[in-house]
């Protein structure tokens, strides 16, 4: 009889437990776990790039520890010598002159403060909103650096370059770039920065990638902190069937100040024919990032195989996702090292591949790939730099219908083994996960993630240490729901005691706002929203698109609006918007990655007003 009470005891804890915990079984652990890490080479998956047969190896590491300690005692004229001996045996492609294949960038420096308005600090930016959007921070002086990509339908996108000398508190407009030819727009949340300091001034690195006329090209480009020194290069050449996108960058600025360099990964995709893509990511380095005209060295560009893992035969609906850090092993060797997500290959393909090479790509690369049974998205890593080896990859990973969660991987010991964790894994959909280490810091990584409750875009963030995590704070305002899709969140930190600081788009990218700390205030760098004098209904773009576009809309007075998604047979799909609006320009993103390819309507109407337009779905 005891057994038996002890037995309907256990039944109703169990029952008590289960009925009133969420619904967070997701990941079969608490906590972490150690990770299955293999060299093991798939057959028909990814392949590791190609081992370096240079027979110059050992040449070049001689003359790679000399130019390290050239480069520490700030000796330009003989790390130029250095740096230009180890090209030559390493067979580097040298960029003398910036690569202006592309549609044509003019630049203007503005250096206005933003207008503070209600203790909202305003600009007037497009009011079509914001592709994307991401921050840097200068290790010495601590300035913050915002980088946005407003939309501008009508012609070609702006750059816009925002700083805070105070934390985030109160922001000015240094600098602008915009393209000469009409039609050139920004790809979605494509930006990276990297902000330098050399000692005396603060510089601003950003890569991005644009599409124009059915072309995509990656770029680089650069601003002094007072606006002046405008660089741009387009990376590589692009043309209808060799795509360059998503590009993302690392410096070692906290190690060398007056002599870094800037390492830039990028995806390079030759369309071969249908269903037959060849996907590999190309390594440039900005050999002397404060020069008036940079010296740019593409590193092992020879072949398919490119700097990091690589496939061959791909089909459309596959995409390369890379991300790339630095960290200084032992006080001596610079190591770059890759992440790479081939999205939608194959089941085989969802492990975490990872590429790491010594003393800026001139050595034969270490290859490992980390288990992962689930489809994930757009990887993000970052190492502190310094001693320790610690680091970090956090992606939004899959788990079922239109639920992803946030996790990661973590190492302490420069990538030789890692452990997985989940930093979300509520029922809410996660949509993107950023990291970023506080340079030069020895374990400090800041990591920011936007998901959706209660139908409200939230934008989180949290600190990772050596040992331990900090508390979840949710950055946006109760009355600001983050952007999903266009302009998602960005980590960031402001070097105070209150360290946290992120920049992200309201719905639909409409506005970008920065959250100056954990228990600071939300400011704003925002649209004018004016109210338009008719209804109307904009092309969708981009068109065609895969799998997200965008759809602008104009509401004169206040409304029930709906817009609903339909197929070609007129079978309704889903509805974007069903609510009362209040008068002004809207935006609203269409994320169609669970459907087929094909043409397909979407229907406003508000009032007496009806529109239709078509939209068509390439994958």
Same mark, same amino acid.
């Given at each position: 009889?005891?057994?038996?009470?002890?037995?309907?005891?256990?039944?109703?804890?169990?029952?008590?437990?289960?009925?009133?915990?969420?619904?967070?079984?997701?990941?079969?652990?608490?906590?972490?776990?150690?990770?299955?890490?293999?060299?093991?080479?798939?057959?028909?998956?990814?392949?590791?790039?190609?081992?370096?047969?240079?027979?110059?190896?050992?040449?070049?590491?001689?003359?790679?520890?000399?130019?390290?300690?050239?480069?520490?005692?700030?000796?330009?004229?003989?790390?130029?010598?250095?740096?230009?001996?180890?090209?030559?045996?390493?067979?580097?492609?040298?960029?003398?002159?910036?690569?202006?294949?592309?549609?044509?960038?003019?630049?203007?420096?503005?250096?206005?403060?933003?207008?503070?308005?209600?203790?909202?600090?305003?600009?007037?930016?497009?009011?079509?909103?914001?592709?994307?959007?991401?921050?840097?921070?200068?290790?010495?002086?601590?300035?913050?650096?915002?980088?946005?990509?407003?939309?501008?339908?009508?012609?070609?996108?702006?750059?816009?370059?925002?700083?805070?000398?105070?934390?985030?508190?109160?922001?000015?407009?240094?600098?602008?770039?915009?393209?000469?030819?009409?039609?050139?727009?920004?790809?979605?949340?494509?930006?990276?920065?990297?902000?330098?300091?050399?000692?005396?001034?603060?510089?601003?690195?950003?890569?991005?990638?644009?599409?124009?006329?059915?072309?995509?090209?990656?770029?680089?480009?650069?601003?002094?902190?007072?606006?002046?020194?405008?660089?741009?290069?387009?990376?590589?050449?692009?043309?209808?069937?060799?795509?360059?996108?998503?590009?993302?960058?690392?410096?070692?600025?906290?190690?060398?100040?007056?002599?870094?360099?800037?390492?830039?990964?990028? /995806?390079?995709?030759?369309?071969?024919?249908?269903?037959?893509?060849?996907?590999?990511?190309?390594?440039?380095?900005?050999?002397?990032?404060?020069?008036?005209?940079?010296?740019?060295?593409?590193?092992?560009?020879?072949?398919?195989?490119?700097?990091?893992?690589?496939?061959? +035969?791909?089909?459309?609906?596959?995409?390369?996702?890379?991300?790339?850090?630095?960290?200084?092993?032992?006080?001596?060797?610079?190591?770059?090292?890759?992440?790479?997500?081939?999205?939608?290959?194959?089941? /085989?393909?969802?492990?975490?591949?990872?590429?790491?090479?010594?003393?800026?790509?001139?050595?034969?690369?270490?290859?490992?790939?980390?288990?992962?049974?689930?489809?994930?998205?757009?990887?993000?890593?970052?190492?502190?730099?310094?001693?320790? +080896?610690? +680091?970090?990859?956090?992606?939004?990973?899959?788990?079922?219908?239109?639920?992803?969660?946030?996790?990661?991987?973590?190492?302490?010991?420069?990538?030789?083994?890692? /452990?997985?964790?989940?930093?979300?894994?509520?029922?809410?959909?996660?949509?993107?996960?950023?990291?970023?280490?506080?340079?030069?810091?020895?374990?400090?990584?800041?990591?920011?993630?936007?998901?959706?409750?209660?139908?409200?875009?939230?934008?989180?963030?949290?600190?990772?240490?050596?040992?331990?995590?900090?508390?979840?704070?949710?950055?946006?305002?109760?009355?600001?729901?983050?952007?999903?899709?266009?302009?998602?969140?960005?980590?960031?930190?402001?070097?105070?005691?209150?360290?946290?600081?992120?920049?992200?788009?309201?719905?639909?990218?409409?506005?970008?706002?920065?959250?100056?700390?954990?228990?600071?205030?939300?400011?704003?760098?925002?649209?004018?929203?004016?109210?338009?004098?008719?209804?109307?209904?904009?092309?969708?773009?981009?068109?065609?698109?895969?799998?997200?576009?965008?759809?602008?809309?104009?509401?004169?007075?206040?409304?029930?609006?709906?817009?609903?998604?339909?197929?070609?047979?007129?079978?309704?799909?889903?509805?974007?918007?069903?609510?009362?609006?209040?008068?002004?320009?809207?935006?609203?993103?269409?994320?169609?990655?669970?459907?087929?390819?094909?043409?397909?309507?979407?229907?406003?109407?508000?009032?007496?007003?009806?529109?239709?337009?078509?939209?068509?779905?390439?994958?």
């Amino acid at each position: 009889m005891k057994t038996l009470n002890l037995f309907y005891l256990f039944i109703i804890i169990f029952s008590f437990i289960y009925l009133t915990v969420p619904a967070q079984d997701k990941p079969s652990f608490i906590g972490e776990k150690q990770s299955v890490v293999s060299t093991q080479v798939m057959p028909g998956g990814p392949q590791p790039p190609m081992i370096n047969q240079n027979s110059n190896t050992a040449e070049i590491d001689r003359l790679s520890s000399q130019l390290d300690l050239a480069r520490r005692n700030g000796d330009a004229e003989l790390a130029y010598q250095l740096q230009s001996q180890i090209g030559y045996l390493n067979g580097d492609k040298i960029l003398v002159s910036p690569n202006l294949n592309g549609p044509p960038v003019f630049a203007q420096t503005i250096n206005k403060p933003v207008e503070q308005k209600d203790n909202i600090y305003v600009t007037q930016l497009p009011s079509f909103g914001n592709w994307s959007v991401a921050t840097s921070t200068e290790l010495n002086s601590g300035r913050i650096w915002v980088v946005t990509a407003p939309y501008n339908p009508a012609g070609s996108d702006t750059c816009k370059f925002f700083a805070s000398d105070n934390g985030g508190r109160n922001w000015f407009l240094v600098n602008q770039f915009f393209f000469g030819s009409s039609g050139a727009h920004f790809t979605i949340n494509s930006f990276q920065a990297e902000a330098l300091n050399d000692g005396t001034n603060g510089w601003i690195y950003a890569v991005g990638s644009i599409s124009f006329n059915n072309i995509t090209y990656s770029f680089v480009t650069r601003f002094k902190g007072d606006g002046s020194n405008f660089y741009f290069s387009y990376l590589y050449t692009s043309t209808s069937s060799v795509r360059e996108y998503w590009p993302r960058m690392t410096s070692d600025n906290w190690k060398y100040s007056t002599l870094p360099y800037i390492c830039i990964i990028n /995806t390079q995709d030759s369309m071969i024919a249908a269903n037959n893509h060849t996907l590999c990511s190309k390594l440039t380095i900005v050999l002397s990032p404060y020069a008036a005209t940079p010296t740019i060295a593409y590193r092992n560009t020879e072949g398919i195989a490119g700097f990091s893992w690589f496939t061959l +035969g791909a089909s459309d609906s596959t995409y390369l996702y890379n991300d790339i850090a630095w960290y200084d092993s032992a006080g001596s060797a610079n190591v770059l090292i890759a992440v790479s997500n081939f999205y939608n290959l194959s089941s /085989t393909a969802n492990n975490v591949y990872v590429s790491q090479v010594d003393n800026y790509g001139t050595s034969s690369p270490r290859t490992l790939f980390i288990s992962e049974t689930n489809k994930y998205l757009y990887p993000s890593i970052a190492f502190t730099g310094e001693g320790g +080896g610690n +680091g970090i990859i956090v992606y939004r990973r899959f788990f079922s219908g239109g639920d992803w969660d946030a996790a990661y991987q973590r190492t302490t010991n420069f990538g030789s083994t890692w /452990t997985m964790g989940f930093i979300d894994y509520t029922t809410d959909t996660t949509f993107f996960v950023d990291a970023k280490a506080v340079k030069g810091s020895n374990g400090n990584i800041k990591v920011a993630w936007t998901n959706v409750k209660n139908g409200l875009g939230q934008a989180k963030y949290e600190s990772f240490s050596n040992t331990s995590r900090g508390d979840t704070v949710v950055m946006n305002a109760v009355n600001l729901s983050a952007s999903t899709s266009f302009g998602i969140e960005r980590a960031g930190y402001n070097m105070t005691s209150d360290d946290c600081f992120s920049a992200w788009c309201t719905t639909g990218g409409q506005s970008v706002f920065v959250t100056a700390g954990c228990t600071g205030t939300t400011t704003g760098i925002i649209n004018n929203n004016t109210i338009p004098f008719a209804y109307k209904l904009n092309q969708n773009y981009p068109n065609p698109f895969n799998p997200t576009t965008r759809i602008n809309y104009a509401i004169p007075k206040e409304g029930l609006v709906t817009l609903k998604i339909y197929d070609i047979t007129g079978r309704e799909i889903t509805t974007l918007v069903n609510e009362v609006k209040s008068p002004g320009n809207y935006a609203v993103d269409f994320n169609a990655i669970n459907l087929s390819s094909g043409v397909y309507f979407y229907k406003l109407i508000s009032g007496s007003f009806s529109d239709v337009k078509k939209l068509i779905l390439v994958k």
